[in-house]
């Protein structure tokens, strides 16, 4: 089984456009959405929803009103203002609460719950490019990177139940937790970048990172005919650390309607860009043969 995991140094470069033409070109793969934090490919996918389940993960506390006696101990010891008083009564502030506890063992009457949180929901869908993993996590909740390695692990499943040898993922933009978890056993990751003096630099970041955990890397530069300077400063960054030039995309309005129409951009009439985009799945899948 094989997984690429389709990223950026940052946002807005185009990574989920060409993660959704992969999945279209793909054949045999299970996909997967694993930036959970602003999840958009299935804008693109139109996913029939088959499962459904609540992710769950640390603690709140909620105070009990009827075993509250009011005497401020929780207000007084929570060091992050999660606890508002109001007319004699004491309630916990959801997205406040870091879950530390504290208010829970200094209670003198017992009066404080601590459930788990309830941070967002996962799905299990189908599309009409093959099954997909995906989730959502409600505004302001952590733990995306843990969310992240469930997704992986629900597609890996997937895969080897129903006979599928290539998993195609649309990670996180950046260099953060999401991400890290979003290369755990990924066999290639595919940077996608744009020619700007940002674009330039979140790549070295980003590719900088997956060298660092041992992924091999393939770039590709979309936009690329925006300015020819920054595109060869990138082409120059590959050559030197050894990094695959996948391909190069130009600056096109059919993935403007590609998005309005929801859907692939290899989906429509797209020659020229649908050719760029083919070619540089071929090198991908190359580079996956090869490893």
């Not at 940077?191 to 980003?206: A, C, N």
């Not at 998005?259 to 083919?278: Q, S």
Request: with cysteine; hydrophobic share 40%.
């Amino acid at each position: 089984m094989r997984e690429i995991v389709v990223i950026s140094g940052k946002g807005g470069t185009g990574k989920t456009s060409v993660t959704a033409a992969f999945a279209h070109l793909a054949e045999n793969a299970v996909i997967c959405d694993l930036d959970v934090d602003a999840p958009d490919l299935h804008l693109l996918l139109d996913p029939h929803v088959v499962r459904e389940e609540s992710f769950h993960s640390g603690n709140e506390a909620v105070i009990d009103r009827e075993k509250c006696i009011g005497c401020g101990t929780c207000l007084d010891m929570c060091r992050f203002g999660a606890v508002e008083a109001s007319d004699g009564e004491y309630r916990v502030d959801p997205l406040r609460c870091e879950g530390c506890k504290v208010c829970v063992a200094f209670c003198p009457e017992g009066a404080i719950d601590f459930p788990s949180r309830h941070c967002g929901t996962r799905y299990v869908s189908d599309t009409r490019f093959g099954p997909m993993v995906h989730a959502q996590l409600f505004p302001g909740q952590e733990n995306s990177g843990r969310l992240v390695s469930e997704l992986k692990k629900e597609a890996r499943r997937l895969a080897g139940e129903m006979g599928r040898d290539l998993i195609v993922c649309d990670g996180s933009p950046g260099i953060g937790c999401p991400v890290i978890s979003s290369l755990s056993q990924a066999n290639l990751a595919v940077i996608v970048t744009e020619p700007s003096p940002s674009g330039l630099h979140d790549l070295e970041r980003v590719a900088a990172l997956c060298e660092h955990f041992r992924i091999k890397v393939a770039v590709i530069v979309n936009k690329h005919d925006l300015n020819a300077g920054h595109t060869a400063s990138i082409e120059d960054l590959c050559r030197r650390k050894g990094y695959a030039l996948a391909g190069r995309l130009p600056h096109d309005t059919v993935v403007t309607e590609a998005m309005v129409a929801r859907k692939a951009v290899t989906e429509l009439e797209a020659e020229d860009f649908g050719r760029r985009v083919k070619d540089a799945w071929t090198v991908i899948q190359g580079l996956l043969n090869a490893h």
